[in-house]
């Protein structure tokens, strides 16, 4: 059974830097899937962040490219994600998620989330 | 607004059977194959059906998806209070290079 595990700051101030960090284990993280991240803001629906593939892919949601940045460290089973130039509209809980890639990607694992706030 | 379409809340009583929509276009649902997820308040989502029509281990045969031209169900036979929650479609869209997801149905048991 895959598990993630997220972790990092709960509280980010505004025009800062959001970073997490997500443990990946009982699962070879350089197997054929694609890591990445999902958020939901408060009383909202999912929003798909972006992925990085075992493929070499690496698929970022447009709306957030430009301030946005995601790596797998293979070495310690770990997935990071930047999103630099916060707001309040970043507020929201973030999943560390497992997808397989191309056109019939389904998210099979989630971690549990964590909720990152933006406020000064 | 989501890309896809989803009705924002859908009423059943137990033992009914249910079925939630999404609607979508060529560039996604038309392209793509269709994945549900279950969302229970305050919970991670969780696969419900993945590629238009399977089940992950796990998953009882009362749910089953199923995909027509821009369009997915997700059908729920013998509801229970249990099945109280958030339901989301999700696929794949070629022209924005991104995964997209439904805006999320409330299925209420009463």
């Known amino acids: 059974q895959v598990q993630l595990q997220e972790s990092g700051p709960g509280l980010v101030k505004p025009s800062e830097t959001l970073s997490l960090t997500c443990g990946v284990s009982a699962h070879s993280i350089t197997s054929g899937y694609c890591w990445g991240w999902i958020r939901q803001s408060p009383g909202k629906g999912l929003e798909w962040i972006g992925s990085v593939c075992h493929s070499g892919l690496i698929y970022y949601n447009p709306p957030l490219q430009s301030r946005l940045f995601i790596s797998v460290d293979t070495s310690k089973s770990q997935v990071s994600l930047n999103l630099n130039s916060v707001t309040a509209a970043d507020t929201a809980v973030y999943y560390c998620?497992?997808?397989?890639?191309?056109?019939?990607?389904?998210?099979?694992?989630w971690g549990q989330g964590t909720l990152v706030t933006v406020s000064s | 607004q989501s890309v896809l379409t989803q009705p924002p809340s859908v009423f059943a009583a137990p033992g009914q059977r249910v079925t939630l929509s999404c609607s979508g276009s060529g560039s996604n649902i038309g392209g793509s194959s269709v994945s549900w997820y279950q969302q229970v308040p305050g919970t991670a989502p969780k696969l419900l059906i993945y590629?238009?029509?399977k089940r992950p281990s796990g998953i009882p045969d009362r749910f089953s998806g199923s995909k027509s031209g821009m369009s997915a169900t997700l059908g729920i036979t013998g509801l229970q209070t249990g099945d109280e929650a958030d339901y989301y479609c999700g696929t794949w869209d070629g022209s924005l290079r991104a995964v997209v997801f439904g805006g999320g149905t409330k299925l209420t048991v009463l």
């Open positions: 998620a497992r997808t397989s890639e191309g056109s019939g990607s389904y998210t099979d694992y």
């Open positions: 590629q238009n029509n």
